[in-house]
């Protein structure tokens, strides 16, 4: 009886997930405004049909990852967000910096004074506020920002507010080249003023792709018009000078696709072969309720040579809460290639990254709030969505939920997937006692609805191998708030089978990447928006107060170094080629350590484990 | 319960109205009230003694009271043994409204409330209350600006209405989902109440603007604003002062400024510059020297934040001439500081304490210290000798050192959510509001004592300089029917913007009607819906009042009659919608399409494509609103819909829905209606909207059908609201954010319903 009963439930899940696919592909965008839809004829019909990289698996090593996603780069560059499509930003790099000073700034002009400086290789200006997260690729710096630095005055001075993406020269941060996204006339619903270009750029070769803060997904020219020549399909730029973006292509998902992204367009693209992942940032309007475009996609990818649609899809549809401003994941898990998405309605969501037959095909997809959880504006609400990017690590998957930092610390909650299951994975299925033992669709606001008659039963088919949410470290009953995971945008980073975290309320968390026992948290005292780097043995992780913790990856809390660097740290330190970089609002710093004085693993500094 | 001074609380008025006028000083004042949310001295100061220096939620150490239903994130007032609040009535129920509440100050037990709608506005039921109430210690009412813009005079014992106004429909208000909602102040005879205000005629453009009313009456002495187009919304709370001998209210505004306006004319002092985002801090003042924190950029393209002395004497923009210290990079654009002893206390919005030393603006100690928690949006407080201060989740005592402070207190509250509220101090109580509860924090058998407020800045006297440099008509801005009658009165002041006495007047229009000699105003018979200007001449000077004229129903509006010009931006012939709609232009125009005159609602404008306007009295009920409406064909469909008796009916286009709202976040959770309903672009449609009150509820009733073709017999969409909303002006609601939404054979008809005829009780 009690076995036929489980049997009966994964029959009507393998059901469900199979109509999920079906709608989800059927609910693809049409009619609405200018859809490509030459791209699906384009994938079987063509010769030229894009390829994925099938090796490009969840077993590898974040450095073995790094270094084929450079394959055409550099081999100690750091391409994209999160330095591969596992999205675990750790570097094998050697001799990284544990001290330094960004030294002086004058008062009165705000010219920086490079000899007050330690350890510091170069700095340059960026914008009055910077989230974008450093790429370096064949000797170029990459990094979105606003237009406070003004480097094309002439044309755009400070006053005009752009949203911008920077290229310097890796040696010595000389200013090569910017593409300047104009504010949207749509205003702040859609283009938040001042927050420039969020998103990080991927690079391969001399091709750079990045989300724009106007809705884009933009190609250019990694030598930009250094190189004297106006690449193209896109020839008829208004402006050539060498400091202007050449662009190579343009997919306005807005115009294309019909998108209304909420307050801001933000994607760090993932990449496979041919294919682009983006997210589309599809959001509510200035009600903050309604979804202006209902049906527009959500998740896509494109083909990175000509910026053809291959397949869009539009799952999380009138259940996104707010935004989604969640970058994709790539890798081949179980075998099957993967691109996972962290949807604005609290679900991870896998796609067979080929899609089928010119539409999405989804693998699964898993709640990451418990079911009576609760979407209300504020710190209250225990429903939360996905800022943070999935990581994969030893071929699972791995996710904290978040929310616009502005709504406040909340409740958090870290999931380790299994991404080999198929159908909706998520740990609890939701049933109403109208038909017990048929789940319900999903409820945007609240999954679960006890007044309604809705309950939930644990899932059969569930992905959860962990969850983290608290830990009574001091086992006196109470979960006090350091006790806590809370709401995080940061992205995991992962080594030596220790997972650290960073959450709004400035905790880092140390987590058994096998078990999820938490083994430590460190409060900044600050707020983390960023995430953090590993390197050799140590953690780097920013905060709001502009102090950059150094933490030891160790399964006891060693504080390393605390370093300020000036103002807010929003952004994720890096490292490419052995050098660390690490923006604050409105300064990017090359940071060196002296090639003779290397700092040796677990020797700290003096004057350093003092704690705030 | 009434509770028993100590001897050494003299009963007295003298420290509150110092300066001021003279019509004050009969009533006698607590010296021990807190008033308004930032205490009797605006500037977060208590001069009492005996205040806690612990507390424990957990075990009640210090504890009082603590009161669930005026949790929120308003800061309480205390006036006359009360405590008032704005906060969410029945929160997270299908009936949530927002309320005043009453408790008695001393043991919590609530005395009285007062629900209002949260109708026709974006903001959601979490940043319901947003605002703080203000009491006026000479006459004990109290006045509340609720987050849509409904703004109330209630009597302090009983909650009874003394008057009130419908901002946004009246004046063009403008209401957010972001919830920021000024608080008013009382200032002499007058409150002054503000918002940015996109109103008509030339207050048709976007700015943050002040109402002076008469706070009797709610009658509109001036109507003044900062520079046009701002960035954002704000809500810094003016401090009222003296400045150089000369009333000021000091604030900062939308568009990036510390402002200093004569509070009883609205003439702006002067002006400085701070950043290009609206600033919501209020300033504190100290002397001639005014202390303003922002957090956004500063003009110099030097980074985020901002604190500046400045020197607060001076005319028109003196950024550059008045700055006696200016620290960047401190990002304090929430709460606002404290002046104690010489420095400055500034708490940044990621909840760090910077210490300043008044005079020189340096910094006391090395490095700020840090408060519990990563976000700050509550203001400091400080009373003997003690600091106040509430982050995040948490709330700490602190003593000055003397190179900072040491924690005498510290801890998290059980706040459930960012706490927003300040502490408030008033008889030996500490107040403080958090999300989940409202906590009163003191000993059982403390005796309040206190010293002595420092006495206020004196004016020149007004005898000094009796010249008149300043003529008020008043009321400024009125709204009547036609052959109604108003008595306009000339108010002189000087170049202080001191009163000196009411004038006769040289009379002239600008506008159909008549005037006579004495300022008595006849709008013209008719049909028209026109606006008048009067002129009141008084020798060299003069000043101005506006009048809108609307007929009673019927209305019809098709657009034919407006005057086209070829604009010199865009090249297009364009016209002007009609001048006495509230928020319509600015975000319409009137051009031909396909031959047809009609009203469009732009898509250029950086703010505004998403809105509401309104045509006329407020306490229209039971009529029918018709339209013609059609989306341009771009890449999305727009909404477009129309308003009745504070009702929406809206033709969603990316939703294809039809849906009827009135307070538009929680269509989810509370009365709404919405069916489904296909429609495309480049298609006129008709559109017809009927509202009327039966049985004490609101019936609402639309339907739409292909312009041109038969009309239904059946209505679309049809509801009941038992919540109603009796009354309010018909009005357009509209998102053009993506495609341009054509407009035009506007009508506006009484339902003919004989027991409850479509009509105005008064017109205001």
């Known amino acids: 009886m009690h076995k036929l009963y489980w049997i009966a439930i994964v029959a009507l899940l393998l059901m469900i997930s199979r109509n999920d696919v079906q709608e989800s592909a059927q609910a693809a965008p049409k009619a609405k405004g200018a859809v490509d839809t030459t791209a699906t004829t384009k994938t079987s019909a063509s010769s030229a049909a894009p390829q994925l990289d099938m090796t490009m698996t969840g077993e590898l090593s974040a450095v073995e990852a790094a270094k084929k996603a450079n394959s055409m780069n550099r081999p100690g560059d750091h391409n994209q967000w999160g330095a591969s499509p596992l999205r675990n930003n750790v570097s094998d790099a050697k001799n990284v910096a544990t001290e330094w000073e960004v030294g002086e700034f004058d008062d009165e002009t705000g010219v920086w004074n490079k000899d007050s400086s330690k350890n510091i290789k170069w700095g340059i200006p960026l914008g009055s506020q910077t989230y974008g997260n450093t790429v370096v690729a064949n000797g170029k710096v990459y990094v979105g920002t606003n237009n406070g630095a003004a480097y094309l005055k002439d044309r755009y001075p400070a006053e005009i507010d752009l949203g911008v993406l920077l290229c310097f020269d890796e040696k010595d941060g000389k200013f090569l080249w910017q593409d300047s996204s104009e504010k949207l006339h749509t205003g702040r619903v859609n283009d938040w003023p001042l927050m420039g270009t969020c998103s990080s750029p991927l690079v391969e070769g001399d091709r750079v792709w990045f989300v724009s803060s106007r809705g884009e997904v933009k190609c250019l020219d990694a030598n930009g018009f250094h190189d004297d020549k106006n690449n193209g399909p896109v020839t008829d730029e208004k402006f050539t000078g060498k400091n202007e973006a050449d662009v190579i292509w343009v997919y306005d998902m807005m115009k294309q696709l019909g998108v209304s992204q909420h307050n801001m367009a933000n994607c760090s693209i993932a990449v496979s072969g041919d294919y682009l992942f983006v997210n589309t940032s599809n959001g509510v309007d200035e009600g903050h309720l309604n979804l202006p475009s209902p049906r527009a996609a959500s998740f896509i990818a494109l083909d990175k040579n000509n910026g053809k ?203 058994d990447v096998k078990t999820g026992k938490p083994y430590w948290t460190h409060d900044m005292l600050s707020a983390a928006w960023g995430s953090p780097l590993i390197v050799e043995d140590r953690l780097y992780i920013g905060d709001e107060d502009g102090e950059v913790s150094i933490l030891k990856v160790a399964k006891e809390l060693e504080v390393i170094g605390e370093v300020s660097m000036g103002n807010a740290v929003y952004s994720t330190p890096i490292v490419a080629n052995g050098v660390l970089y690490i923006s604050n609002k409105s300064f990017l710093f090359a940071i060196e350590a002296p090639k003779q004085a290397a700092s040796v693993p677990g020797q700290t500094p003096g004057n350093v484990a003092a704690a705030k | 319960m009434k509770t028993h001074w100590p001897a050494i609380v003299v009963w007295t008025a003298i420290c509150l109205t110092a300066g001021f006028s003279a019509q004050s000083l009969a009533v006698e004042v607590d010296p021990l009230d807190w008033p308004n949310w930032r205490g009797p001295e605006q500037n977060g100061i208590s001069r009492e003694k005996g205040l806690v220096e612990s507390f424990d939620p957990s075990s009640g150490e210090n504890l009082l009271w603590k009161n669930e239903e005026a949790a929120g994130i308003s800061t309480p007032i205390i006036m006359r043994g009360k405590l008032y609040t704005i906060v969410r009535d029945q929160p997270e129920t299908r009936h949530e409204r927002e309320k005043v509440l009453c408790l008695d100050a001393v043991t919590g037990k609530k005395l009285w ?100 009313m008469d706070k009797n009456t709610g009658e509109v002495r001036w109507l003044n604003g900062t520079t046009v187009r701002p960035e954002d919304t704000t809500y810094s709370t003016p401090v009222l002062t003296v400045l150089g001998g000369e009333a000021a209210m000091v604030f900062g505004s939308s568009d990036g400024a510390c402002w200093a306006f004569q509070p009883r004319t609205g003439q702006p002092i002067w ?146 959510d960012i706490i927003i509220g300040s502490p408030v101090i008033s008889h030996g109580r500490v107040y403080l509001p958090t999300p989940n509860a409202l906590y009163c924090l003191g000993t059982k058998d403390q005796q309040p004592s206190a010293d002595p407020r420092p006495a206020l800045p004196k004016e020149t006297p007004a005898g ?131 031959g047809e005159r009609v009203m469009v ?164």
């Open chain 1, 309 to 511: 649609l291959i397949w869009s899809d539009n799952s999380p549809g009138p259940n996104v809460l707010h935004g989604q401003w969640s970058s994709p994941a790539y890798a081949v898990l179980g075998g099957v290639p993967q691109v996972l998405f962290g949807g604005g309605d609290g679900w991870v969501y896998s796609f067979d990254a080929r899609g089928e037959n010119g539409k999405s095909k989804l693998l699964w997809k898993f709640d990451c709030n418990p079911k009576d959880s609760k979407y209300t504006l504020g710190g209250r609400a225990d429903r939360n969505h996905l800022i943070a990017t999935p990581v994969i690590y030893n071929g699972k998957v791995f996710i904290g939920v978040g929310e616009d930092p502005e709504h406040g610390e909340g409740v958090g909650h870290l999931w380790c997937i299994d991404p080999t299951k198929r159908g909706d994975v998520s740990p609890e299925l939701v049933f109403n006692s109208k038909d017990p033992e048929k789940p319900i669709e999903h409820k945007r606001n609240q999954a679960m609805v006890k007044e309604d008659g809705d309950f939930a039963r644990p899932n059969p088919n569930s992905a959860a191998v962990w969850h983290y949410e608290n830990h009574d470290f001091d086992g006196n009953g109470k979960i006090s708030f350091e006790e806590s995971m809370h709401r995080t945008c940061g992205t995991v980073a992962i080594a030596n089978d220790l997972l650290f975290v960073a959450d709004f309320s400035g905790l880092v968390h140390c987590v």
């Open chain 2, 113 to 212: 409330e007062r629900a209002h709608n949260v109708y026709l506005s974006d903001v959601p039921a979490e940043r319901v209350g947003w605002s703080n109430i203000v009491g006026d210690p000479t006459t004990g009412r109290v006045y509340a600006q609720g987050v849509n813009g409904f703004f109330q005079c209630l009597d302090g014992d009983t909650g009874k209405e003394i008057w009130s106004r419908s901002m946004h429909e009246e004046f063009g208000l403008l209401s957010t989902y972001g919830g920021r909602t000024n608080t008013p102040v009382i200032f002499e005879d007058m409150v002054l109440a503000s918002a940015v205000i996109i109103g008509w005629g030339d207050t048709a453009l976007p700015a943050h603007r002040f109402l002076g």
């Open chain 2, 271 to 416: 002006n400085y510059k701070m950043s290009r985002r609206g600033i919501s801090v209020s300033p504190v003042v100290e002397g001639d020297t005014v202390y303003m924190t922002q957090a956004e950029e500063n003009l110099d393209n030097r980074g985020m934040g901002s604190i500046a002395a400045i020197k607060g004497i001076g005319n028109g923009d003196i950024t550059k001439t008045n700055t006696l210290w200016n620290v960047k990079e401190v990002t304090a654009g929430k709460g606002s500081p404290v002046l104690l002893d010489g420095r400055l206390y500034v708490v940044d919005d990621s909840a760090n304490l910077h210490i300043f030393d008044a005079k020189t603006g340096k910094r006391v100690g090395k490095r700020p210290t840090k408060l519990v928690g990563t976000m700050n949006s509550a203001s400091l407080t400080a009373g003997d000798g003690k600091i106040y201060a509430m982050s995040t989740g948490a709330f700490q005592i602190m003593e000055p050192t003397a190179t900072g402070v040491k924690f005498l207190h510290k801890g998290r509250l059980d706040a459930g």
């Open chain 2, 464 to 594: 000094n300089d009796d010249q008149p440099a300043t003529v008020q008509v008043v009321p400024a801005e009125v709204l009547l029917a036609p052959g109604q009658t108003q008595t306009f009165k000339v108010r002189l002041f000087n170049d202080r913007g001191q009163f000196l006495k009411e004038s006769s007047a040289e009379y002239s229009l600008q506008g159909t009607g008549k005037i006579d000699n004495q300022g008595t105003f006849t709008a013209a018979l008719g049909t028209n819906h026109s606006a008048t200007t009067v002129t009141a001449k008084v020798g060299e000077l003069q000043g101005k009042a506006r009048i809108r004229v609307v007929p009673p129903l019927p209305w019809k509006f098709d657009f034919n009659d407006i005057h086209l010009a070829k604009d010199a931006k865009s090249g297009r012939d364009e016209g002007e919608p009609p001048v006495t709609w509230v928020g319509a232009r600015y975000r319409h125009k009137v051009r031909d399409v396909d």
């Open chain 2, 601 to 764: 609602k732009v898509t250029y404008i950086p703010k505004g494509t998403r809105s509401q306007s309104w045509f006329g009295p407020t306490d229209l009920h039971d009529y029918t609103i018709q339209a013609d409406l059609r989306a341009n064909k771009a890449g999305k469909l727009p909404d477009m819909g129309l308003i009745a008796q504070r009702y929406t009916l809206d033709m969603m286009g990316e939703s294809q829905q039809l849906q009827i709202r009135s307070w538009t976040p929680q269509v989810a959770t509370n009365f709404s209606k919405t069916v489904p309903l296909n429609w495309e672009a480049d298609k006129w449609y008709t559109l017809k909207f009927s509202a009327g009150v039966k049985d004490g509820k609101a019936v609402l009733q639309g339907k739409v059908w292909p312009r041109g073709t038969q009309e239904p017999a059946e209505w679309t969409v049809s509801a009941t609201d038992d919540l109603p909303n009796l009354h309010g002006s018909p009005g357009l609601f509209g998102n053009a954010t993506n495609a341009e939404i054509y407009i035009d054979n506007i009508s506006v008809t009484d339902n003919g319903n004989a027991s409850s005829p479509a009509g105005r009780s008064a017109a205001k």
